[in-house]
């Protein structure tokens, strides 16, 4: 059973270019959270997709947008891309976020650096 | 506003001691509390969740508690080995008016262990 997977591992950007980041949720899952985590800092939320919209979004500004396809997997994209926006995007998965159980299971990380 | 807090910064022991992990979070309501473990540039790993209405988890080695009133949880390593060697994340998940939760993890900055052969 695949776990949840993002595409690509790196990237590099240079600013005011825009980016987009893919995840594909654990089988199962329908739920999708994005996370953004600068260098040795804890995860920062950016926004949760489920059933193809967006739920609940963290305090990130417009630049950062997402989408949620019929079949659950999940894009981040990124416009105007800053210096500051260079960080590790991890994606997360759950079953049922209403549940108290609920784990939530993170992918790889995508890391994206900005020139 | 959550604020999750976490201490030590950084932790280096010897193979074999025993050891503890520091959260704590400013609100209470909450849903429930998990600890994660991430490798250098490596994405999280689920270690133990503890639900609101429970007082501590236990897997393996590992032991989670938490004290809804005091605002704390504590991550217990027993006898430590080199291969736990990573940072430690506590998140806090908000729990909601109608008593369930929307999801939104609340991370900590981590404890970078270092266990030393």
């Known amino acids: 059973d695949a776990g949840v997977t993002q595409s690509p591992t790196h990237l590099i950007k240079t600013r005011g270019q825009q980016v987009t980041l893919r995840c594909s949720p654990k089988?199962?899952?329908?739920?999708v959270s994005w996370y953004q985590q600068a260098l040795g800092q804890g995860p920062q939320f950016i926004f949760q997709?489920?059933?193809?919209?967006?739920?609940q979004r963290g305090n990130f500004p417009d630049r950062f947008s997402g989408h949620q396809f019929p079949n659950y997997s999940s894009e981040l994209n990124v416009n105007a891309l800053l210096l500051g926006d260079s960080a590790l995007y991890l994606c997360?998965?759950?079953?049922?976020?209403?549940?108290?159980?609920?784990?939530?299971?993170f992918g790889p990380g995508t890391r994206l650096t900005v020139l | 506003k959550q604020e999750v807090t976490q201490i030590p910064a950084a932790l280096s022991v010897p193979e074999g001691e025993n050891l503890v992990l520091n959260c704590s979070f400013t609100?209470?309501?909450?849903?429930?509390l998990q600890w994660f473990r991430q490798d250098p540039g490596k994405g999280l790993t689920s270690l133990l969740l503890?639900?609101?209405?429970?007082r501590e988890q236990t897997s393996g080695r590992l032991n989670a508690s938490l004290d809804k009133s005091s605002g704390r949880s504590t991550l217990y390593i027993a006898a430590s080995q080199p291969g736990d060697s990573a940072t430690y994340l506590c998140?806090?998940?908000?729990?909601?008016?109608?008593?369930?939760?929307?999801?939104?993890?609340?991370f900590g900055q981590g404890t970078i262990l270092t266990v030393h052969p």
């Open positions: 997360a998965s759950s079953f049922d976020f209403r549940v108290s159980t609920d784990t939530q299971y």
């Open positions: 089988s199962g899952h329908d739920t």
């Open positions: 997709y489920y059933e193809e919209e967006e739920r």
């Open positions: 609100d209470s309501a909450i849903y429930n």
């Open positions: 503890i639900q609101s209405s429970q």
């Open positions: 998140a806090v998940c908000r729990g909601n008016a109608g008593g369930t939760s929307y999801g939104k993890l609340t």
